[in-house]
C-alpha cells in the first residue's frame, strides 16, 4: 500500500506521517527530500520560500515505490493508492503556524489557502481515494488511529466526505 499525507502546512503532516510509520510497516518518506534526491526541483520561489517542483517526473520515481506514506503538500499528485488529507480549523492554524515562527504574511497566506480548501479540492480532483481527517481537537496519536481505523474499513464513510470550513462557519472568528 503507498499512502499519500497531505495538507496545507502546518496541519501535521510530517508529525502523523512519522506516527504512521511507526505504528505500522509503511515506510516513511519525505516527499521534499524525494524531489531533491532525484533532482526534480525546477526553481526557487522566493516569495513562497519553497522548492517548485517538477511533479510529473516526480510522480515517475514514485512508480516503484511500495508500502510507504509519502509526506507532503505534492504527495496527493504522486502514484499512490490512499490520500489523507490533513485539515486544521483556520484560527488553530493561524497558532500552529505562528508557533513555527513564521511571519504574518506566510501565516495569512497559508490560512487562507486552508480556508479555500486547496489541497482538499486538488486531492479529490486528482484521486478516488480521499479521506479528510480534521485535526484541530485531536493529538497526532489518535490522528494515526483514524487513518488505521480507515485503512480497516471502520470509519463508516465519514472521512470520505467533502471536507469545508466555509460550509462549517469556521471562518468569522479570524
Ligand atoms: N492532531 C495533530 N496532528 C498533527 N499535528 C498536530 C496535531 N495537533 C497539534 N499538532 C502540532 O501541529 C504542528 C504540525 O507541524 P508539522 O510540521 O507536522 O506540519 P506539516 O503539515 O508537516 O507542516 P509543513 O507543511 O510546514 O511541513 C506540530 O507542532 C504538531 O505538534
Ligand atoms: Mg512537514
Not at 509519502?70 to 503556524?97: E, Y
Not at 480497516?152 to 460550509?167: A, K, M, R, T
Request: hydrophobic share 30%; glycine share 6%.
Amino acid at each position: 500500500m503507498k499512502v499519500a499525507v497531505t495538507g496545507t502546512p502546518g496541519t501535521g503532516k510530517t508529525t502523523v506521517a512519522k506516527g504512521l510509520s511507526e505504528e505500522t510497516d509503511l515506510k516513511y518518506v519525505s516527499v521534499n527530500k524525494l524531489a531533491r534526491e532525484k533532482d526534480c526541483i525546477i526553481s526557487y520561489d522566493d516569495r513562497r520560500e519553497s522548492d517548485v517542483v517538477d511533479v510529473k517526473k516526480l510522480r515517475n520515481e514514485t512508480n516503484d515505490l511500495e508500502n510507504c506514506v509519502l509526506d507532503g503538500h505534492l504527495s496527493h499528485f504522486l502514484a499512490v493508492d490512499k490520500v489523507i488529507v490533513l485539515r486544521c480549523k483556520p484560527s488553530s492554524l493561524k497558532d500552529r503556524l505562528e508557533g513555527k515562527g513564521w511571519d504574518e504574511d506566510k501565516v495569512m497566506e497559508n490560512v487562507e489557502s486552508e480556508i479555500a480548501g486547496i489541497i482538499e479540492r486538488e486531492a479529490r480532483n486528482s484521486k478516488e481515494r480521499v479521506y479528510s481527517i480534521d485535526t484541530t481537537d485531536k493529538s497526532p496519536k489518535q490522528v494515526v488511529d483514524v487513518i488505521i481505523n480507515i485503512f480497516e474499513g471502520e470509519d463508516d464513510g465519514v472521512y470520505s466526505q467533502y471536507f469545508d470550513w466555509i460550509e462549517r462557519d469556521e471562518v468569522e472568528t479570524l
